[in-house]
């Protein structure tokens, strides 16, 4: 089987799932009054071709398996987390909003939950939107426009992971290790 059908076999299965997304997501500057709106667009065949090796990457890392594993969260796991985070969720954390929250792109943000349930499965995981941003207006900039490109996405900051890496949660966290976990592929620096 070809790779590039391999891999259209693996995103379809990832599209299929729901997982996961921060409870705040990175704002981007304010949108110019001409600029069109941006939107969350989850993942997708589109979305993962022109970053075929990050995506590879992302895939084998917890954020793409981010809502499957709230949804499997054990009644003694649910304790614990409700002792570190000071909550009172009973049962089903895949649909209570104190966990959601870090588990999807975008929540309540024109992101998940979405009308559309396919729209919902490509945003069930913490995607490269909970990171860089929304992601309509950068599939709108023509491939060959590099600095358009680099310009319509946000750069994480550890900011960015500690809105659901929290002190109780992560108390070991360290942005520079765990971002090459979860971005383990090099990436050309952002434009100055």
Not at 5 to 19: E, N, P, S
Not at 47 to 56: D, I, L, P, V
Not at 101 to 117: E, I, L
Request: aromatic letters at 6%; one cysteine or more; glycine letters at 6%.
């Amino acid at each position: 089987m070809s790779k590039k059908i391999l891999a259209f076999i693996v995103m379809g299965a990832l599209a299929a799932g729901v997982a996961a997304y921060a409870a705040d997501a990175p704002k981007a500057d304010a949108p110019k009054a001409d600029a069109p709106k941006n939107d969350y667009v989850g993942v997708s065949s589109k979305t993962c071709m022109c970053h075929f090796k990050e995506f590879k990457a992302w895939s084998a890392t917890p954020h793409a398996r981010a809502f499957e594993v709230l949804q499997a969260t054990t009644p003694e796991q649910l304790a614990k987390m409700n002792e570190l985070l000071k909550t009172t969720v009973k049962d089903h954390p895949e649909t209570d909003e104190a966990c959601v929250g870090c588990h999807v792109t975008g929540y309540k943000m024109g992101g998940y939950p979405a009308a559309d349930s396919l729209k919902n499965a490509a945003l069930g995981r913490v995607t490269c939107e909970v990171c860089h941003g929304p992601a309509k207006n950068h599939l709108a900039v023509p491939a060959s426009d590099k600095a358009g490109r680099k310009a319509s996405m946000l750069v994480p900051t550890v900011e960015t992971c500690k809105k659901c890496h929290t002190e109780a949660i992560s108390p070991k966290f360290d942005f520079a290790v765990m971002s090459k976990k979860v971005h383990p592929v090099a990436v050309a620096t952002p434009a100055k």
